[in-house]
């Protein structure tokens, strides 16, 4: 049977960039200048010139030395496995342990004394004589008040219409017209646009009413 060998694991020594050629990060997260790992130009691994068959030995881009590749693990500058805690031997032995302490016999136990009263016998009930309470006397019924009288609605009636004083439809419509045709309407346009304008001024008001008081007084002299 072939015997095993003794090996230290990848995972204990750290990565190695694709792209640098320095150990610690990996090359998807690496933002320096390429190195090739065969030679010492500032290239990519993949655009160099080197083939297996080249005469020249290869170059470290890492130590700057003939004869290995970047990724050589005997490189100077490519970092070391952990040493094991070294163990126990002849030559060098653990140190002794302190002497263990001498026992002591432990104390007797002493009971502790009985105590006066019984615990679990209850004392007997201390009866007082308290006067009895006298009955609480009724209030008396409270009196209910008298029902609300129920007022009934009075039906409102509308007030008649004033009858006309034996005047017809075209005579009102003739009136209107004499009306309008004594009366200029821009006029009235214009009296009411003033009165809008000056509803916060009741001096303007009123120069505007006094400035058009010949509509007014066409309407009051107006002979129905």
């Given at each position: ?169 075209a005579q009102d419509f003739a009136m ?49």
């Amino acid at each position: 049977m072939a015997k095993a060998r003794k090996h230290y694991p990848l995972r204990r020594l750290s990565g190695q960039c694709h792209r640098c050629q320095n150990y610690g990060h990996s090359a998807r997260n690496c933002f320096a200048r390429p190195r090739c790992v065969k030679c010492l130009g500032d290239h990519a691994t993949a655009d160099c010139g080197r083939r297996p068959n080249t005469p020249t030995p290869p170059s470290c881009t890492l130590c700057l030395t003939e004869g290995h590749t970047a990724n050589y693990r005997g490189c100077s500058r490519a970092p070391r496995p952990a040493k094991k805690k070294a163990t126990h031997t002849q030559g060098n032995r653990a140190p002794a342990r302190a002497p263990a302490k001498a026992q002591t016999q432990p104390e007797p136990l002493v009971p502790a004394p009985l105590p006066a009263n019984n615990a679990w016998i209850k004392p007997p009930a201390i009866v007082s004589k308290v006067a009895p309470n006298p009955p609480a006397q009724k209030a008396p019924p409270a009196q209910s008040a008298p029902p609300m009288p129920i007022h009934k609605p009075v039906p409102k009636t509308l007030p008649a219409a004033p009858k006309a004083n034996g005047s017809s439809l075209a005579q009102d419509f003739a009136m209107v017209a004499r009306l309008a045709s004594t009366i200029d309407p821009n006029e009235i346009a214009l009296l009411a646009s003033k009165l809008r304008l000056y509803k916060e001024s009741p001096q303007n008001r009123l120069a505007a009413v006094c400035e058009h008081i010949g509509v007014l007084t066409a309407i009051l002299n107006f002979n129905l």
